[in-house]
């Protein structure tokens, strides 16, 4: 569905229990602004594989309600059948990508939900409750988007340039974004800035998501190539950079889009602040270190071909991993929902996200 709104929804759910999903088809902007309708489980994995729902708080929203329409079948049988359909649908959908925490953390919130209502609600209440749950989520998200802006917010100054890298923006979480948010936030008190965006390779989350959002609101905004970083950052332009995340360790290392390590370390050269926004659900405190994050691997071809077409010889050695992770030394301070967490590490982490809400 092609949309003629100007109200963009990354996300939305259609009807009752018996519902199905909206999502924006992110693979198409910023060429075009479709949804597409998700009636299975089967289509909510596919959309979050190929990159048409994406970012860390996106992925995790998209997975619950995945969840409601893996059950909607089973809701009609017996518990046992629930429950073991439960299982499979929410082991399916942990399959569709492993970087992001918050699609685990969403699945576990989805069965740890369904767990308390059994032997208390039929199936099709229980359905009704995920479908509750999802919303939930969702709504959570959008507060949480808030909140990181007006924190991050306080950490710029008027006119000053500011650099991100992939998309961590309205399309990437319900709708306002986290690094971005920042900036909405800011340019909403009255503060202006000027926006470097660097492309993002190989998809180009940057130019084709962070662009056209920064676009959207009016933001001052220059594209550049992720290798131009250096440059810009040295001629006097940069004096912030944020970016998002996509799982944070215990310790503060943080993985998020590959190229992210590498402006960290930039930044450190010139020294620029280098700021991570977060919602406490990108959060693993399971685990130590960024030694212990999953770095996804994509296909060769998002290298060897740009939309179609070849750009390298045939049979070349390819590597792609999709995430990289900074240390907790190179980040200043992490801004989330809580408030901010500076400096970055073990102690002032747990103080801050240590608690779970949910
Ligand atoms: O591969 P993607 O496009 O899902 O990667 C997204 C990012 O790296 C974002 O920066 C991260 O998920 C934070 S989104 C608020």
Redesign the pocket.
């Known amino acids: 569905m092609t949309l003629k709104t100007s109200k963009i929804e990354t996300l939305r759910w259609i009807g009752d229990e018996r519902g199905h999903l909206m999502v924006i088809d992110q693979t198409m902007l910023p060429l075009e602004l479709i949804e597409r309708k998700c009636l299975d489980v089967e289509t909510v994995w596919e959309a979050i594989k190929q990159?048409r729902v994406?970012?860390?708080?996106a992925?995790g929203i998209a997975a619950a309600y995945g969840v409601v329409l893996g059950v909607q079948r089973a809701a009609r049988g017996d518990e046992g059948a629930f429950f073991a359909r439960l299982d499979d649908v929410t082991a399916y959908l942990a399959t569709s990508r492993p970087t992001?925490v918050n699609l685990f953390w969403a699945l576990e919130r989805m069965k740890r939900h369904a767990a308390d209502l059994r032997g208390k609600t039929p199936p099709t209440g229980i359905l009704a409750a995920l479908l509750a749950e999802a919303r939930a989520i969702h709504e959570e998200d959008r507060a949480i988007c808030h909140a990181i802006g007006r924190h991050g917010a306080e950490l710029l100054k008027d006119h000053s340039g500011v650099l991100t890298h992939?998309?961590?923006g309205g399309l990437?979480?319900s709708e306002y974004?986290?690094?971005l948010s920042v900036l909405f936030t800011s340019q909403d008190q009255g503060k202006r800035h000027h926006v470097f965006v660097d492309e993002t390779r190989p998809?180009l989350?940057g130019a084709r998501l962070t662009a056209w959002e920064l676009a959207q609101r009016g933001i001052e905004a220059t594209l550049i190539c992720d290798n131009m970083a250096g440059q810009v950052m040295r001629e006097g332009k940069v004096q912030a950079v944020i970016?998002?995340?996509?799982r944070i360790a215990a310790n503060g290392d943080a993985a998020?889009?590959i190229g992210t390590y590498s402006l960290a370390v930039l930044a450190a050269a010139h020294e620029i602040p280098f700021y991570v926004a977060a919602p406490s659900t990108s959060f693993d405190l399971k685990i130590d270190s960024g030694e212990q994050i999953p770095i996804e691997q994509r296909s060769s071809e998002e290298i060897t071909h740009c939309f179609g077409q070849p750009m390298a010889p045939e049979g070349i050695g390819v590597y792609n991993p999709?995430?990289d992770v900074t240390p907790a030394r190179l980040i200043k301070a992490i801004i989330t929902e809580r408030g901010l967490i500076e400096p970055v590490g073990r102690e002032t982490i747990a103080a801050v996200v240590g608690m779970r809400s949910d």
């Open positions: 990159l994406r970012g860390a708080p992925i992001a992939c998309n961590a990437a979480t974004g986290t690094a998809l989350q970016v998002g995340a996509d998020n889009k999709a995430f």
